[in-house]
């Protein structure tokens, strides 16, 4: 089965300064998907980002962007110019297996965003 | 657009008594909605899929006469906690793939459940 690992349960970032969060998973395909979601305190889960794993090049978002090397299985997000409303749990999921639509999560890592 | 609404947000309710949530598209159809349980400080856990028309698939360790899924639209998917306890209070939230779409899900706001 696929496993995703997110190695940093908790993360802090000074405002408008940059973190990356890690996420490294496991798979046998060649094709797939990665997520990136944010669950707020609100407790709403809301997508970020997505990557296919075909595509070379990394997915970017307005300050949301990965770094995605499919040979190491490292799914990365970067966060460009934290701010307060970025502070939230963010969990890196793909599905289990090719044809699945379900998704395998992560544990999350909380991010604090530092005034 | 891809909205999920869940209603209803929160609900508290006696032991032994039943509770519906219900989980709607409100911008698309999905073919496949997804149950998942939630709790404190943990990621998500599936419960079950639903795809309409179908019954549900649960997950191992899921009682499927405790947690009823009706999936009867391409909009609407109904999760009932039949005779609930209070170990069946948490976190419970959906989400549904856009019919045609790829794996991306969409969420609910998740529903609040405490059985006293």
């Known amino acids: 089965a696929q496993t995703v690992t997110q190695s940093q349960p908790e993360m802090s970032v000074q405002e408008a300064e940059t973190v990356t969060l890690s996420c490294t998973y496991d798979?046998?395909?060649?094709?797939?998907?990665l997520f990136w979601y944010k669950q707020p305190p609100s407790r709403q889960m809301i997508l970020v980002i997505r990557q296919e794993a075909y595509k070379q090049q990394n997915a970017t978002e307005n300050r949301f962007s990965v770094n995605f090397q499919k040979a190491a299985k490292s799914f990365s997000l970067k966060i460009s110019d934290s701010q307060l409303g970025d502070a939230a749990m963010y969990f890196c999921?793909?599905?289990?297996?090719?044809?699945?639509?379900?998704?395998?999560f992560g544990k999350g890592t909380k991010l604090s965003v530092i005034p | 657009g891809a909205v999920v609404s869940q209603h209803p947000s929160w609900v508290i309710c006696k032991s032994g008594t039943s509770v519906k949530i219900e989980c709607r598209s409100l911008?698309?159809?999905?073919?496949?909605m997804f149950w998942y349980r939630q709790f404190p400080k943990q990621s998500l856990m599936l419960m079950a899929t639903?795809?309409?028309?179908?019954?549900?698939?649960?997950e191992q360790g899921v009682e499927k006469d405790k947690f009823l899924i009706n999936h009867a639209s391409l909009t609407l998917s109904t999760l009932t906690v039949t005779s609930a306890h209070p170990e069946d209070s948490s976190f419970y939230i959906c989400?549904?793939?856009?019919?045609?779409?790829?794996?991306?899900?969409?969420f609910g706001p998740g529903t609040r459940l405490l059985v006293l």
């Open positions: 989400s549904a793939r856009s019919l045609g779409g790829d794996e991306t899900q969409y």
């Open positions: 911008d698309f159809q999905a073919t496949t």
């Open positions: 999921a793909t599905p289990p297996r090719a044809g699945s639509y379900q998704l395998t």
């Open positions: 798979t046998s395909e060649s094709d797939y998907y």
């Open positions: 639903s795809n309409e028309g179908s019954k549900a698939t649960y």
